[in-house]
Structures are given as C-alpha cells and as structure tokens.
T-cell receptor
Framework: QQQVKQSPQSLIVQKGGISIINCAYE??????FPWYQQFPGKGPALLIA?????SEKKEGRFTISFNKSAKQFSLHIMDSQPGDSATYFC?????????????FGQGTTLQVKP | NAGVTQTPKFRVLKTGQSMTLLCAQD?????MYWYRQDPGMGLRLIHY???????AKGEVPDGYNVSRLKKQNFLLGLESAAPSQTSVYFC????????????FGSGTRLTVV
C-alpha cells in the first residue's frame, strides 16, 4: 500500500509563479517529513524537512506547510525559476524504528517555463 | 571527496542472469540503503543496513539480496534477473538520516530483456 500519497504527478508553472506540491500520509507514527529534489540523471538531494511540532518551515523560496490533524503536508516554491525544474519527492519516517528508513511519495515533475 | 559511488551506471541483462550492483561511500556513514525508482511509483526501499555486518528487508526485497561486509560498501545482488526488475537503482548513505538526510549516488539504470 502507498503510505505517502503525492500530487500532482506533474506541474507546469510560469517563471515567477508559485509551485505547490501536496502529500498525504496514513501512519500517525510518522514524525519526520523531508522533501527531496532530483535533477535528470542525478540522485535525489535533501531540500528541506519538517517535524510535526511546527506548522511551517521556510528556507529561502521553499516553504513546507504541515497540517497534523489532516495528515497532510505541502511544499511551496515561491518565485519559481527555470532552475527549479526537477522532480520533487516528499517522504516520511518514524523515529521509533531507529533505522532512518524513508517512505517516499510518487514524485512530482515540475517544469517552470521562462 | 567522491561521496556515494555506484557501479555500473548502465547494464542490460538477459532474463535469468545474475549481477551485483556496488555502492561505495567514503563518508564513514553507518546507514546505507538501496532504493529502486520506477515511473509513478516514486522510490521504494529494497534493503537497508544500519551498520557494518547488518542488513534488513525493505518494502520490496523479493528477488534481491544484499551484503555489508565492509562499512563503506553495500552490495545489491540479483540472483536470477526478471523483466520486472528493470528499473533505476539508487544507493544512499547517511550519518544521521533524520538530521542530515541521505546522500544519494547517481544511480544504475538496469534493463532486463
């Protein structure tokens, strides 16, 4: 079963616009939610992460919003740039396993048009 | 500083053949992982290791085996390849997964015909 569901599958945004990617999870034991960015031909790289004790975390143009009651979290990319064109993955893990295992969403391919 | 190195980068196998994918990291990381990436499926965990000499099954372990005899190396084996194992395979390592995240290799694209 897919424990982390990500949408949309693909997204096209104009330069300067806001890109929004959503994820929903099922397991209430999850307590760490990172986002990874992947460029073509490369492995994913950590972009930003949040824990459920905060509702929002911002790093530059990237913001994670977290809604614990709805079991949803989202990535907002402000002032989107062509260089942001990549595939984005949300993920989740739980501390009690002490394994660092991540459950990934299906991925969103973002295209920012100049 | 190479980070995480995966070999080979590309491989074509015939059904029933075997092969080993090598992952090497030079960052002294304890944690290592093998994921496969398929369109529309995201990244799915095959096997992982929390330290030298340890291995454990992930979400999709069937048809794969792993070994972690040395801390810096994590090997993924396919004993009898099947077309369903056509995928891009990523290795990742971490010092502290929940603090510093994963460092991924650049992937191995495997085609089984």
């Amino acid at each position: 079963q897919q424990q982390v569901k990500q949408s949309p599958q693909s997204l096209i945004v104009q330069k300067g616009g806001i890109s929004i990617i959503n994820c929903a999870y099922e397991n209430t034991a999850f307590d760490y939610f990172p986002w990874y960015q992947q460029f073509p031909g490369k492995g994913p790289a950590l972009l930003i992460a949040i824990r459920p004790d905060v509702s929002e975390k911002k790093e530059g143009r990237f913001t994670i919003s977290f809604n614990k009651s709805a079991k949803q979290f989202s990535l907002h990319i402000m002032d989107s740039q062509p260089g942001d064109s990549a595939t984005y993955f949300c993920a989740a893990s739980r501390d009690s396993s002490n394994t660092g295992k991540l459950i990934f969403g299906q991925g969103t391919t973002l295209q920012v048009k100049p | 500083n190479a980070g995480v190195t995966q070999t080979p980068k590309f491989r074509v196998l015939k059904t029933g053949q075997s092969m080993t994918l090598l992952c090497a990291q030079d960052m002294n990381h304890e944690y290592m992982y093998w994921y496969r990436q398929d369109p529309g499926m995201g990244l799915r965990l095959i096997h992982y290791s929390v330290g030298e000499g340890t291995t454990a099954k992930g979400e999709v372990p069937d048809g794969y085996n792993v070994s972690r005899l040395k801390k810096q190396n994590f090997l993924l084996g396919l004993e009898s390849a099947a077309p369903s194992q056509t995928s891009v395979y990523f290795c990742a390592s971490s010092y502290s997964p929940r603090s510093y995240g994963y460092t991924f290799g650049s992937g191995t694209r495997l085609t089984v015909v």
